[in-house]
């Protein structure tokens, strides 16, 4: 089954969520998701508008750290989410970004997106056991004091690492490849989930947390998405998506093991970034490698790009922000040109 999905920055008036939301259900969207970067809104109250504004989509954050929000109350937010929709939510945790503004260094950043994901089933179950956990324990005899709406809420993983993949793998539904529109790279992480077999010391965890029987690993969607800038001219969206991508490209080239950049020029752009030059590091930029970062071009042009994607092994491909030369006429494009023609 293909997904295709749409991503929201929280830079808007309260109000104006639901009817963003709204407009992607009514273009066929599967999934909406809001990012939780660092100094933009908390993605909740977003979140929680859009349930209030569509009947069928599915909702979900991606991602939320849990150095800067605690899992009991990733935990909440999540359930009033999914309470509101109806059981359409979804949750995305990831390491986070950014951290060092607020003078947050994580101490064993795998053990701790491990046992707060562990942390968030525990307490959506309501389960009163004590648990126990190296960065993130529960005391026990309590736990969440409402009813939750749906306890299996499905998870996502941010990442690029295979540490992190393996140690959450039984904890997820599905990983996120971001800042990627690589098609290579998909083949990568496929590999990396068909050679994790289940160690019995993993088996024996996942048993005394009660998440299911040995050998019971929930299946793994790989999720892709990125920068995407769509027009009617395909020169202009490339143009806009170069200097949307500056800042994140270095990092994210670096974590790609598919793609080789010459070190000189990766060194430059990396520089460009650091000062904020937008202008110098898109120059530095050439179309093949923009389209290995960002969905950018005429709707034609993102349609076969998400078809490779597709061909390639995602099963939900995200298309990111701004979404057009101007955010109202990209959705417009996406939803009346892009879609229809990966719905044939």
Not at 20 to 47: I, R
Not at 75 to 96: C, F, P, Q, T, V
Not at 235 to 250: N, S, T
Request: with cysteine; aromatic share 6%; hydrophobic share 45%.
């Amino acid at each position: 089954m293909r997904h295709l999905s749409i991503a929201f920055q929280t830079d808007k008036p309260l109000a104006a969520y639901g009817a963003l939301a709204a407009a992607a259900e009514g273009y066929g969207f599967d999934a909406v998701t809001v990012y939780n970067d660092m100094l933009y809104q908390p993605a909740w109250l977003p979140l929680l508008e859009m349930a209030r504004a569509t009947q069928q989509i599915t909702l979900g954050v991606a991602a939320v750290n849990p150095f800067t929000c605690h899992p009991v109350n990733i935990a909440g937010n999540i359930a009033l989410i999914d309470e509101a929709s109806n059981g359409r939510a979804y949750l995305g945790i990831a390491r986070g970004s950014w951290l060092d503004f607020v003078g947050v260094t994580p101490q064993r950043p795998v053990v701790a997106l491990r046992e707060a994901m562990t942390c968030v089933r525990h307490l959506l179950r309501r389960d009163l056991a004590p648990l126990p956990g190296e960065i993130f324990s529960l005391a026990g005899g309590d736990s969440l004091r409402w009813n939750i709406h749906r306890p299996d809420i499905p998870f996502l993983l941010g990442t690029w690492g295979e540490q992190t993949l393996r140690a959450c793998r039984d904890q997820i539904d599905a990983i996120k490849i971001g800042g990627s529109a690589n098609p290579d790279v998909i083949g990568h992480f496929r590999r990396m989930l068909a050679g994790q077999a289940e160690t019995p010391a993993a088996q024996r965890k996942r048993g005394a947390e009660g998440q299911g029987q040995k050998g019971a690993l929930r299946p793994v969607d790989i999720v892709i998405g990125a920068v995407s800038v769509v027009d009617e001219d395909g020169a202009a969206a490339r143009r806009l998506a170069r200097r949307e991508v500056a800042l994140y490209l270095p990092i994210v080239a670096e974590l790609d093991p598919t793609v080789s950049i010459d070190p000189n020029l990766l060194a430059r752009l990396k520089d460009a970034a650091a000062r904020y030059d937008f202008a110098a590091a898109a120059a530095l930029i050439s179309d093949d490698l923009l389209a290995r970062f960002a969905f950018a071009g005429t709707p034609a042009e993102l349609a076969a790009h998400a078809e490779a994607l597709f061909a390639a092994g995602a099963a939900r491909v995200e298309f990111g922000t701004p979404h057009g030369l101007t955010p109202e006429h990209g959705l417009r494009l996406l939803g009346e040109q892009v879609l229809p023609r990966l719905r044939q």
